[in-house]
């Protein structure tokens, strides 16, 4: 059984438009949950970090915490083209560790 | 400064040659880590140093030897690599002061090429 799920897509959004990205998670203890960007060909960079349940804004990007459903999200309002990545979904699922596991990441396209 | 580099960007050896991998990172963080990703795929986790001591081996094999001479560098050294090993080796690292809420930000990554 796979730790954190996302959906690979690819996700293709009109430029403007919400992208919607969703990641589930099985460990109930998992504390921490990050989504990092990546450039094809790059090193992921950190978007958001969430650790309680609700919504989290920072400028266009909001992530959402579910613990009860272990579900997190990432909204990217007026979407644009330079948002065209892989988004990786990260949960620290060790308790006492700071170990990070990675979705597989889901591929957005924003069309100009 | 949030920032972790890496040394060499593109790395091509074969698979008798020895090698190694250089981050560093100035930002007295006491946690660093080694990701290994394959193309299309997610990082994988393949050590973990906390405070300079070895903390996570994911069962690595032996022909990848992690070092950590101080708090701001981290080394992977490379021997008898086969072609399959070719990947992206990212590092990351975090302020290391224990439990799960720490942020981990990554290096530039090498590009590694096995023949």
Redesign the interface.
């Known amino acids: 059984q796979k730790e954190v799920e996302q959906n690979s897509g690819p996700l293709s959004v009109p430029e403007g438009a919400i992208a919607s990205l969703n990641c589930t998670y099985s460990d109930r203890v998992s504390?921490?949950f990050?989504w990092?960007r990546q450039y094809s060909?790059?090193?992921?960079?950190?978007i958001m970090?969430i650790?309680s349940n609700g919504d989290k804004e920072d400028g266009r990007f909001t992530a959402q915490l579910n613990k009860a459903s272990q579900y997190v999200s990432l909204l990217i309002r007026d979407s644009q083209p330079s948002d065209s990545a892989t988004y990786?979904c990260a949960v620290?699922i060790?308790?006492?560790?700071?170990?990070?596991f990675?979705?597989?990441?889901t591929r957005l396209t924003v069309i100009p | 400064d949030t920032e972790v580099t890496q040394t060499p960007k593109h790395l091509v050896m074969g698979m008798t040659n020895k090698k190694s991998l250089k981050c560093e990172q100035h930002m007295g963080h006491r946690a660093m880590y080694w990701y290994k990703q394959k193309a299309k795929k997610p990082p994988e986790l393949m050590f973990v140093y906390s405070y300079e001591k070895l903390s996570i081996n994911e069962s690595v094999p032996s022909r990848f030897s992690p070092e950590c001479p101080n708090s701001s560098l981290l080394n992977l050294h490379l021997h008898a690599l086969q072609p399959e090993d070719s990947a992206l080796y990212l590092c990351a690292s975090s302020q290391g002061r224990g439990g799960t809420q720490e942020t981990q930000y990554f290096g530039p990554g090498t590009r590694l090429l096995v023949l």
């Open positions: 504390q921490s990050f990092y060909g790059k090193s992921p960079e950190l970090s650790y990786l620290n060790r308790t006492g560790a700071n170990n990070l990675f979705g597989t990441g």
